[in-house]
């Protein structure tokens, strides 16, 4: 599958926001558009982004027209759905993957939008970016933090590439936040950066979605799943052979993931050794991404180079275009 690199965000551009998982909160999602707004985006909405249907934001049907009307609109320039939550696989096997491939954009998000980054990865070959959401991100009363804004921005938008002939970039994390990084196995590693969410990565195994983990940098987090949960994870890649073609991992945050007072259970350092520290691969863990505040920005579907030593993660190739004329 051809890599289909999306053009860079200019201020001017349309943006739209959709919502392909859970019901995004709407007092939240007005502080995001009115952000984006000041910062001289214009944004886009189809329909009613707080529609309910149980969990979902609204019907099958519905969620999946939005997305493919945002896609094929050609004044919008990036898509940001509004939050995560579940119930994007759902619309993985009705959406028209041509459509995708003639019109690569921008699109942002984590969480359950891991299930989006694996099949537009695989059926489409966009690079997407692992990054907030505009409900947990600009929605926030604080805003972005300083690293999730600093490392957004600079993946996604066109003033941050004023050297044309520079190609890639260190992801902008300084020494105090590069220091909470830890070293689970050294050793440097090239490869493309695949995943996001463990429990989505895992449930699209075995689908015609899933990743192509074979020589790729993994990036995993996740949220509210006790280290035994964890551990049936990492388990269900080892069993399927993933772990062993992997070129280096990434370990973000695991955020809530404890186990209860008194309930005997290994910690998520046992299990994490356990699976990834005889692979003989770079390993890094406590990465800032994921369901935290401080949330990098990663680029999916890009060469990266992972130094677990140095606890740095650069990114080798640009991963937007910018637009001839600008």
């Not at 909160?25 to 009613?48: N, T």
């Not at 979605?209 to 993994?218: C, V």
């Not at 551990?231 to 209860?260: H, I, Y």
Request: hydrophobic share 40%; net charge negative.
């Amino acid at each position: 599958m051809k890599t289909l690199i999306p053009a860079a965000l200019y201020r001017g551009d349309c943006v739209a926001i959709i919502a392909p998982a859970s019901v995004p909160e709407q007092e939240k999602i007005e502080r995001a558009i009115s952000r984006l707004e000041e910062m001289g985006f214009r944004v886009k909405l189809y329909g009613d982004l707080y529609r309910r249907w149980g969990y979902l934001a609204g019907d099958d049907e519905t969620r999946a027209e939005e997305l493919i009307e945002a896609v094929a609109d050609p004044e919008v320039a990036a898509i940001f759905p509004a939050r995560g939550g579940t119930g994007v696989t759902r619309l993985l096997d009705v959406l028209d993957y041509s459509l995708f491939r003639k019109h690569p954009k921008i699109l942002a998000g984590f969480s359950d939008i891991t299930a989006l980054h694996s099949a537009l990865q695989q059926q489409a070959g966009w690079v997407t970016f692992h990054s907030p959401h505009p409900m947990d991100g600009l929605g926030m009363p604080d805003g972005l933090t300083d690293l999730s804004a600093r490392t957004f921005w600079r993946a996604v938008l066109a003033e941050s590439y004023t050297d044309r002939k520079q190609s890639g970039y260190e992801v902008p994390l300084n020494g105090a936040e590069r220091e909470k990084i830890v070293t689970l196995v050294t050793g440097k590693a090239h490869g493309k950066l695949v995943g996001g969410n463990l429990a989505l990565v895992c449930a699209m195994l075995g689908t015609p979605y899933e990743f192509d983990m074979t020589g790729s940098i993994l990036l995993l987090e996740d949220v509210g799943e006790q280290p035994y949960r964890i551990d049936r994870f990492l388990s269900q890649l080892r069993l399927a052979g993933k772990l062993d073609v992997l070129a280096g991992v990434v370990l973000g945050q695991f955020t809530d993931c404890e186990a209860p007072a008194g309930k005997p259970t290994l910690s998520l350092a046992e299990i994490f050794d356990g699976y990834f520290g005889g692979l003989g691969i770079p390993v890094v863990q406590n990465y800032p991404s994921g369901h935290t505040p401080d949330n990098a920005t990663l680029p999916l579907g890009v060469q990266v180079e992972l130094d677990a030593d140095e606890k740095r993660l650069t990114i080798l190739e640009n991963p937007v275009r910018l637009r001839k004329g600008k």
